[in-house]
């Protein structure tokens, strides 16, 4: 299948170590927030969702922090393994409408 | 449960000629989305349903592309005289309510030759 970011930024890490994947979103009146993994040759898969009124959300294995001051948001992948070899993307959907608007997204490597 | 189902999986076309994809969203979601993703880029949104209607038409490139949602359910993107720029991966998403999560179908590769 086709291959999804051939040019996006990488982050390699060791399986077992954490990885911290970072994101700047555009819209200071975006309000809602998604993490995204994408296989090639998939959909993008729902991680972890937060909402503007939150500064931190834990899930298995995740956790997505939101800085609003500096609109920056942060996945945090506890003891990477292979299988979370992909590319994430962060999405934001303003206040205005219900499109998501994503990121350029990052390629995370997983190296066993 | 059943996720969301695109069809075909791939769709091969000749300049000019018309295609349409299909979207089979989550039972009992009302919201349905259709974004289209180049190689090497994230998603960009298309259109989105709340019900029958067309919410928000905004994304559509031009007016060679058109979606209905005729019963509320299954959507069916349709583009007209294809143009090799049309060519990318058509993704659609369902959200059980407009303030939820969007989950993704696999998504169709479209190839206009």
């Known amino acids: 299948g086709e291959s999804v970011g051939l040019h996006l930024p990488t982050l390699s890490v060791q399986e077992g170590d954490n990885s911290i994947i970072n994101c700047a979103y555009s819209?200071?009146?975006?309000?809602?927030f998604i993490w995204y993994k994408q296989e090639s040759g998939k959909g993008p898969q729902f991680i972890i969702d937060i909402r503007s009124n939150m500064d931190k959300r834990q899930g298995q294995r995740v956790t997505v922090l939101l800085n609003k001051t500096v609109k920056h948001l942060s996945l945090q992948i506890a003891a990477t393994q292979p299988g979370d070899s992909a590319v994430y993307f962060c999405?934001?959907?303003?206040?205005?409408?219900?499109?998501?608007?994503f990121g350029g997204g990052t390629r995370l490597m997983v190296k066993p | 449960g059943a996720g969301v189902s695109q069809t075909p999986s791939n769709k091969v076309t000749e300049k000019g000629k018309y295609v349409e994809l299909r979207c089979d969203p989550i039972?009992?979601?009302?919201?349905l989305y259709w974004y289209r993703q180049s190689l090497g880029q994230g998603p960009e949104f298309l259109i989105y349903?709340?019900?029958?209607?067309?919410?928000?038409d905004s994304g559509l490139p031009n007016d060679r592309f058109f979606a209905v949602r005729p019963e509320g359910s299954v959507s069916t993107l349709k583009i007209q005289r294809t143009e090799r720029g049309d060519s990318a991966v058509y993704l659609c998403?369902?959200?059980?309510?407009?303030?939820?999560?969007?989950?993704f179908g696999p998504g169709t590769r479209l190839l206009v030759l």
């Open positions: 039972s009992g979601h009302t919201a």
């Open positions: 999405a934001e959907n303003a206040n205005a409408g219900n499109m998501l608007t």
């Open positions: 819209n200071s009146a975006s309000d809602y």
């Open positions: 998403a369902s959200s059980l309510t407009l303030a939820g999560p969007q989950y």
């Open positions: 349903f709340q019900g029958t209607g067309a919410a928000d």
